[in-house]
């Protein structure tokens, strides 16, 4: 398996406070995904990094952040959480990115539960 | 936008059956395809990558097809056994332009009865 924890693997939170997910890889892959899955939708992006410093918006980006300060580390933060953001949120990393060959290796997973 | 679409939702048969799911996706501009399994309340486990290029991969007992310019894709899963019993996905990688990611399916929930 993929080197790849995510934490915390479950919160339950109230509406309107911060929260922040990590996902923390030992592949040394550079590209790192943030994915939530909900009944009836299956698996959506968030966001992406392609990079330190590198990030760029997904499908489903309003209301969260990232940042990545280290090859190893990708953050997602909600700024102010609300009860649609109730949700498993899902890490991955790859080796290369859209045209590259391999496969995207998943995290466990964080099951948020906003109150 | 990128569509994908599993077929059937769920399904149940008896162990050591031959069985089909089935993809497709809207855009034939994808890099490549990928089939997962998901167990419950777990990650997913990556089963099967086909190249645009290819036409089927193959792993154990598993077969994955993709015929891209029909915008289809099935997996074969030969003598099923009750640990084959999850929900599967598949994902299309896109190489139309716009976020990079993985467009996924809702999945097919299957159960194999012992």
């Known amino acids: 398996d993929a080197g790849i924890t995510q934490s915390p693997r479950h919160k339950v939170t109230e509406t309107g406070t911060p929260v922040t997910l990590r996902c923390h890889q030992t592949?040394?892959?550079?590209?790192m995904y943030w994915y939530r899955q909900d009944p009836g939708h299956g698996l959506r992006l968030i966001h992406y990094?392609?990079?330190?410093?590198?990030?760029d918006k997904g499908e489903v980006s309003d209301g969260y952040s990232v940042s990545r300060s280290k090859t190893e580390d990708f953050l997602l933060t909600l700024e102010s959480a609300t009860s649609s953001q109730t949700s498993v949120y899902f890490c991955?990393?790859?080796?290369?990115?859209?045209?590259?060959?391999?496969?995207?290796?998943f995290g466990p997973g964080t099951r948020l539960t906003v109150l | 936008k990128q569509e994908v679409t599993q077929i059937p939702a769920a399904l149940s048969v008896p162990e050591g059956e031959n069985l089909v799911l089935n993809c497709s996706f809207t855009?034939?501009?994808?890099?490549?395809l990928q089939w997962f399994r998901q167990d419950p309340g777990k990650g997913l486990t990556s089963l099967l990558l086909?190249?645009?290029?290819?036409r089927e991969q193959t792993s154990g007992r598993l077969n994955a097809s993709l015929d891209k310019s029909s915008g289809r894709s099935t997996l074969y899963i030969a003598a099923s056994q009750p640990g084959d019993s999850a929900t599967y996905l598949c994902?299309?990688?896109?190489?139309?332009?716009?976020?990079?990611?993985?467009?996924f399916g809702k999945g097919t929930h299957l159960i194999i009865q012992p």
């Open positions: 990094s392609y990079g330190v410093k590198d990030t």
């Open positions: 991955a990393i790859s080796e290369s990115g859209a045209a590259g060959t391999d496969t995207q290796y």
């Open positions: 592949e040394n892959h550079r590209y």
């Open positions: 855009d034939s501009a994808i890099y490549n």
């Open positions: 086909i190249q645009s290029s290819q």
């Open positions: 994902a299309v990688r896109d190489s139309g332009g716009g976020a990079d990611g993985l467009t």
